[in-house]
C-alpha cells in the first residue's frame, strides 16, 4: 500500500503542473469569451486540488485509476449575478469546449429540498486548440466547470462552513430553518432576475420620452441614474461607462435642480467641439487619463452651465482648454 501511494504522490506532483497550466487557460479563455459576448461575471476562479485531498478521495470512492477516474483534480467556478446569465454562460462553455458530462443540480432537488444550486461540467479543451503552445500537452486533463449566481454561492459556502454535506446529516430541529433560508435565497434570485428586467423594460421607455422633449414627463424631466445613463447611452454610444463618475454626477446636477431638458440645451451649444475639447485633454496628459460617458456631462457643465461652474469648477489641468473653447460654445 505504501509503495502505491509513492507512486501515486510521484505522478500527482509530476502533473500538478499541467493541471495549473490548464486552469490558468481556461479561465482566461472563458474571461475572453464572456467579455465578448457581454455577459457580466463577479469572478471566475479556479483551485487545484490537493495531494491530501486526493488520496482521501480515492480512498472514500476505491478508485483503481484516479487520474483517469477523478474528474474535479482540476476545478473552475463562473459565479455570476444573474440566473438568466446561467443559460447564456453554459451556452458558451457548451460550444468552446469538449463536453464530457453536463448536469444542472437543480434538477436533482426535489421541491422541498435545500441546497445550493448550480450548472455542472466535465469539460477538455477541444483537439484544434492543442496546437497552440499554450494547450500543448493538455488534451487529455479533465476539468470540473461550476457556473452559479452569487447568492448561490453564498448558499453554498454557508452550508460548506456549517459542515452539512447533505439533507440526512442536519438535525431535525435546524431542518425548517434551513429550508426557509434556502427558499428566501432563491426567492431573491428570482426577484433580482425580475428587477433586472424591469429596469430593462423602464429604461427602453425612458428613451422615447427623454429623446423627444415634447413627450416629457415631469419624472422624465429629473435627474435619476436611469434618466442620466438613458441620456448618455443616446448621445455617447460608444464610450466606456463609469458608475461611480455617473453616481456623483448625478447628485451634483440633483443639487443644483438641472434637468433632462437642460443636459439637452447644452448639448445643443457644445456638441460640436466635445471631441476636441476629449482630444486635447488625452494630449494633454499624455495618454494617462480616462474619458466616460460622464467626462461629456461634465465638459458641457464646465462650457455652458455658471452655477456648476461656480460650484464644482473647472477640472485640474484643463482650465485652459476650457476656457478656450467656452468662446466657441457660447458662439
Known amino acids: 500500500m505504501r509503495r502505491d501511494i509513492y507512486k501515486i504522490k510521484k505522478q500527482y506532483f509530476e502533473s500538478v503542473t499541467y493541471y495549473e497550466k490548464l486552469a490558468e487557460n ?30 482521501k478521495k480515492i480512498e472514500r470512492k476505491s478508485y483503481t485509476n484516479p487520474f483517469e477516474q477523478m474528474e474535479d483534480v482540476c476545478g473552475i467556478r463562473i459565479i455570476c449575478y444573474y440566473r438568466s446569465d446561467i443559460e447564456q454562460i453554459c451556452d458558451i462553455i457548451s ?14 432537488l426535489e421541491e422541498d429540498q435545500f441546497g445550493y444550486r448550480s450548472h455542472h461540467f466535465i469539460i477538455k479543451i477541444k ?30 459556502e454557508i452550508e460548506h462552513k456549517l459542515e452539512y454535506k447533505k439533507d440526512d446529516d442536519i438535525p431535525t430541529k435546524f431542518k425548517r430553518k434551513f429550508s426557509r433560508i434556502s427558499a428566501m435565497l432563491e426567492e431573491a434570485d428570482e426577484q433580482f432576475e425580475e428587477l433586472r428586467e424591469d429596469i430593462h423594460a423602464y429604461r ?31 448621445y455617447f454610444p460608444n464610450q466606456e461607462k463609469n458608475s461611480r463618475l455617473a453616481s456623483r454626477l448625478v447628485s451634483q446636477l440633483k443639487e443644483l435642480t438641472i434637468t433632462i431638458s ?10 460640436h467641439i466635445l471631441l476636441q475639447i476629449e482630444n486635447d485633454a488625452l494630449e494633454t496628459f499624455e495618454g494617462n487619463y480616462k474619458w466616460y460617458q460622464a467626462s461629456n456631462i461634465i465638459t458641457m457643465l464646465e462650457l455652458c452651465c455658471p452655477s ?18 467656452r468662446i466657441n460654445a457660447d458662439e
Do not use: C
Open 26 to 55: 481556461i479561465v482566461e479563455a472563458l474571461k475572453m469569451f464572456l467579455d465578448e459576448a457581454g455577459v457580466s461575471y463577479l469572478t471566475i476562479n479556479y483551485r487545484i486540488k490537493t495531494f491530501d485531498s486526493f488520496l
Open 95 to 108: 460550444n468552446q469546449f469538449k463536453i464530457l458530462e453536463s448536469q444542472d443540480k437543480e434538477e436533482l
Open 127 to 156: 483537439d484544434e486548440w492543442l496546437a497552440a503552445p499554450n494547450y500543448k500537452y493538455l488534451g487529455n486533463l479533465k476539468a470540473e466547470l461550476q457556473v452559479r449566481t452569487n447568492l448561490m454561492h453564498t448558499w453554498a
Open 204 to 234: 427602453q421607455e425612458m428613451l422615447h420620452h427623454v429623446i423627444e422633449e415634447d413627450n416629457m414627463t415631469l419624472e422624465d424631466n429629473q435627474i435619476n441614474m436611469d434618466t442620466l445613463r438613458v441620456f448618455m447611452d443616446y
Open 262 to 271: 437642460d443636459l439637452k440645451q447644452f448639448y445643443k451649444a457644445s456638441s
Open 308 to 325: 456648476y461652474q461656480k460650484k464644482v469648477g473647472i477640472r485640474k489641468g484643463l482650465e485652459e482648454i476650457i476656457e478656450k473653447y
